[in-house]
């Protein structure tokens, strides 16, 4: 068994070729399968490459764009993302800054790093919040860029439903649900997999502020509270962004200016019809019509998660770049190149 083992690391190919940009857009939980938004979005994204040391992202700086990792590492350092409110539970929207609720030394910080296939500022875009972490290059990098102008009019030209908005509010809500369960002790016996097939009858809810919504109405499993703030009406209880509403809630009030609900449907028709998973390690083929079957649950999509059939992948096709000239942007050289600018070698 030893041998055979050796025998086949031997055959092992030392080197794995990554997925190119096109591919990745692709692949792209809110893109997945969606031809004219996948188009649309390619010839408005921008290659951009960064040196070892380069800063792409600054804490307390504007949501510029989304950046998807094509190849490379990054290293995020700064403090967790608070969804919409405060530690008290305030609207981080309103006019006072947050920082005169949470002072620096009660807001946890965190270190953490990305590789290709991983989404940078995809929350921050949506809300148009301040980003909550810096993001430093810890090798020679390359993003695919794409600028908060260009999306906001991919909301536009999408917005039949599902629209684009929304089923990146619904990968995001995924992602952040699925952190929600595996903390939860109800679910400690549960594996990742079991989760994402779990949460792929969900929906996203959006409730007004000062609006009233009903939940656990026969037709909901469970709901998650994965942007803002909610009152149980009954309880007088506040929920905060991330966690999980009780099921003995039956009516909530939304406190914040944007309130997200992720809904899961207890309907298991619903789960028959729908053909893909909440993340790329459970994609099926997908059929017209289904309901929720355009999203996957989280952003970070490793590349160990992409589909290798070869109508996902085209595993001999490498891509050649038409490079612009190099630019100088936030104080850091990059050189862009248009993705739409792609000639395929075979």
């Known amino acids: 068994m030893i041998?055979?083992?050796?025998?086949?690391?031997?055959?092992?190919?030392?080197?794995i070729q990554p997925p190119t940009a096109e591919e990745l857009l692709k692949n792209l939980p809110w893109l997945h399968n969606a031809e004219k938004q996948i188009e649309f979005i390619k010839y408005r994204a921008k290659l951009l490459y960064f040196d070892y040391g380069d800063v792409v992202v600054h804490q307390g700086e504007q949501p510029r764009g989304i950046?998807?990792?094509?190849?490379?590492?990054v290293r995020l350092h700064g403090v967790k993302p608070s969804l919409g409110t405060s530690s008290k539970g305030l609207d981080i929207d309103d006019d006072e800054d947050e920082d005169d609720y949470l002072p620096d030394k009660a807001k946890p910080t965190f270190t953490d790093y990305r590789s290709s296939g991983a989404i940078i500022g995809e929350l921050n875009c949506l809300t148009q919040q301040k980003m909550e972490v810096t993001v430093t290059c810890e090798t020679v990098a390359q993003t695919c860029y794409i600028s908060i102008d260009d999306l906001f009019e991919a909301f536009d030209v999408f917005s039949e439903f599902p629209s684009l908005e929304y089923k990146i509010w619904l990968a995001s809500g995924i992602r952040i649900a699925v952190g929600i369960m595996m903390e939860d002790i109800t679910y400690q016996d549960w594996t990742y997999s079991s989760v994402c097939a779990y949460l792929v009858r969900s929906y996203i809810v959006d409730i007004e502020k000062n609006n009233k919504f009903d939940l656990y109405d026969g037709t909901v499993e469970d709901t998650f509270l994965v942007y803002g703030s909610?009152?149980?009406l009954q309880s007088q209880k506040q929920y905060d962004?991330?966690?999980f509403i009780s099921k003995t809630t039956h009516q909530v009030l939304g406190l914040a200016n944007i309130?997200?609900?992720?809904?899961?449907?207890?309907?298991?028709k619903h789960l028959e019809e729908c053909n893909s998973g909440p993340c790329l390690k459970h994609i099926q083929p997908h059929t017209s019509g289904t309901y929720f079957g355009d999203t996957f649950s989280g952003s970070q999509m490793e590349l160990y998660n992409m589909d290798p059939s070869p109508n996902k992948l085209t595993a001999q096709a490498s891509m050649m770049f038409r490079t612009l000239t190099p630019r100088l942007e936030g104080g850091r050289l990059q050189a862009a190149t248009s993705i739409a600018n792609v000639k395929k070698i075979y």
């Open 259 to 268: 309130n997200k609900v992720l809904v899961v449907n207890a309907d298991a």
């Open 3 to 15: 041998e055979e083992k050796m025998k086949r690391l031997l055959k092992f190919p030392s080197s």
């Open 241 to 243: 962004a991330p966690c």
């Open 230 to 232: 909610a009152e149980d």
């Open 67 to 73: 950046h998807l990792i094509v190849s490379g590492m």
